[in-house]
């Protein structure tokens, strides 16, 4: 399964395979002919509260990152998230669309890493930190 990230704005293209729109809002100037969805996720964007809150503090990506993702968890995104994995595992190919103008940090980029499998890396001194800096020095020593 290959997932892709791109701008709604840009021309949609085979290589895309299915084409997942996951803004809650539909992008200004673009018609649903021209979007060519297969889908449209509005349950996996992030509440407006925290759109508005990313949006006025661009800088706080990863406390961004960390608060969409406990929105993911929230019982009303569940069955989107579900369909998002059916769609993922059903295609080899899709890319998640979004319309804001940074391409490096919006939600579509945390949705790719949650479908990749991606972790946040481990914070603070718990045993989860400990044993991630054992592990990633063991691999530094030679043999």
Known sequence: MSIAVKRVYEK???AD???????????RGVS???AKLHAWLRDLAPSDELRHWFHAHP????LFRNRYMKELKAPQAVEAVEEL???????PRITLLFASKNETHNNAVVLKEFLDGMRKP?????PAAVR????????????
Request: glycine share 8%; net charge positive.
């Open 12 to 14: 949609a293209a085979r």
């Open 17 to 27: 395979g299915k084409r997942i729109l996951v803004d809650r809002l539909w992008p």
């Open 32 to 34: 649903k002919a021209e």
């Open 59 to 62: 800088a706080a990506w990863q």
């Open 85 to 91: 994995h059916r769609l993922a595992d059903k295609h």
């Open 122 to 126: 481990p914070t603070g001194t718990g």
């Open 132 to 143: 991630g800096m054992r592990v990633r020095q063991a691999a530094r020593k030679p043999r």
